[in-house]
Every structure is written in structure tokens, then in C-alpha cells.
């Protein structure tokens, strides 16, 4: 497998083509950011441990059936993963209330979602992926009727593998974002799955093992990510 040029740059990831068309390799980056990439930070080793946790939960949904973008993880940072077209919405999926539905919602924290809450939100930084509505959806020709339903019913099946695979490493799967992307006439999970994109709680601490340790200076954010994968790693 050659690796060849960058095709994109996004804020935790790099893309880069390979001398296989339908195939590319995702490159995980130090950097983090939040609120809008207001603050920032380049944080030593958060690349790693994204990249290896990322590729362990693809890998366990791959085996249950889900339909994923990864092939194999390369390195340290790098994984494997087929070329799809990404459909620019963001489906979030909340089992507990926290972040900006308690903010947009005055939802008190903690709120138990059943069944999960599944919302939309627009894949747009300069508008700040604002939330939307299946219909507005459909105006836009983002998605169609169908693909909207295949979305929120892959979105459902990962949070039912991964909120009890989860449990039981002592682990509360507050909530999560999931991006999908179209292949051969298939929908995908593609981007990521790590503490980036999800909340983690401690199950006796309450603990924040996530990147809100970033965005409201909680603590270490290597160490609760560290602390996610030595858990998994418990598993293989």
C-alpha cells in the first residue's frame, strides 16, 4: 500500500489518497480543539490514542454487523479505510442529557433519554452545524427519505453495542456523533468513534473521560483518554 498526497485536512485528521482508488489513509493529529475551534491546542499524544481507539470500536462494530468505513488499522496513527462520500449531516445520539441540550433545552443534566434521542445537525463549521429537522434535510438535498432512516437506524444499533459494551468496563455512554458516507449504494459509518465524538463518565466517579476535560479544563485530557483505551485493550 503506497501512500500518495493529501487530499483533506480536517481538524483532528488528515486524508491522504493511496495507489488504490477506492481506499485512503486517515492520519490522527495532536491538535484539539472546541467551541467552534475557538480554543485550540496541539496536545502530545492525543493523536494515538484516538487512532487506537477508534480502530478497536471499528472493528468490534464491524464484527456485528455494522457497516463501517474501516479496513485495518496501519500504525500507531494511521488506519486503513474505504473512499466514500461523506453526507454532510451530523447524527448525535443522547442516552443521558448533557452539553448543548441542556444549554439550548434547559434539560436538566442527566436527564434519562427512552428511548435515545437521535438528532440532526448540519456538517458546516461556518455556520456552527447548526440543528436540523429531517424536512430541512430533504430540502437541501442532503439525504433522501431512506437514507435519513438508515442513518437514525445504524445510529440506534451502535448505541445499543457500544452502551453495553461499554457498561460493562464501568464505562456511562453519555452521548455521541457518528458521520456516515455513502459507498457503492450503501450507507457507512465513517469518521471516528473516540472520546473526541463521545461522552464518557465514570460509572462510581462520574468522572469525565472525554474531551470535555478539554473544553472545560476538567483535567488531563491523554490521561481520561488513556484510561478508555486501557480498558478496551483489557478486552482483545
Known amino acids: 500500500m503506497e501512500k500518495r498526497e493529501k487530499l483533506y485536512e480536517g481538524k483532528a485528521k488528515i486524508i491522504y489518497a493511496t495507489d488504490e482508488p477506492d481506499k485512503v489513509i486517515a492520519y490522527y493529529k495532536d491538535d484539539a480543539t472546541a467551541f467552534d475551534a475557538i480554543k485550540k491546542a496541539t496536545i502530545k499524544g492525543k493523536g494515538e490514542l484516538n487512532n487506537r481507539i477508534a480502530s478497536f470500536f471499528f472493528d468490534l462494530l464491524n464484527r456485528e454487523g455494522i457497516p463501517t468505513h474501516f479496513i485495518k488499522q496501519l500504525s500507531d496513527r494511521e488506519m486503513l479505510i474505504k473512499r466514500v462520500e461523506i453526507i454532510p449531516v451530523e447524527v448525535v445520539v443522547r442516552n443521558l442529557a448533557a452539553g448543548s441540550i441542556v444549554r ?90 473516540s472520546p ?17 476535560r478539554f473544553r472545560f479544563d476538567l483535567g488531563d485530557l491523554v490521561e481520561g483518554y488513556r484510561k478508555i483505551l486501557e480498558k478496551l485493550e483489557k478486552k482483545q
Not at 173 to 184: N, Q, S, Y
Open 196 to 212: 473526541d465524538t463521545c461522552r464518557f463518565w465514570d460509572k462510581k466517579t462520574g468522572e469525565s473521560l472525554d474531551k470535555d
Open 104 to 193: 439550548r433545552l434547559g434539560i436538566p443534566e442527566k436527564t434519562k433519554f427512552e428511548p435515545p434521542l437521535v438528532e440532526f445537525y448540519l456538517k458546516n463549521d461556518e455556520l456552527h452545524d447548526p440543528i436540523l429537522c429531517e424536512q430541512h434535510i430533504y430540502a437541501m438535498g442532503l439525504a433522501t427519505p431512506e437514507e435519513v432512516a438508515k442513518m437514525r437506524e445504524l445510529a440506534l444499533k451502535v448505541n445499543e453495542i457500544l452502551k453495553k459494551f461499554m457498561e460493562e468496563q464501568g464505562i456511562t455512554l453519555v452521548d455521541f456523533k457518528l458521520e456516515f458516507g455513502r459507498k457503492d449504494g450503501e450507507i457507512v459509518l465513517a469518521d471516528e468513534i
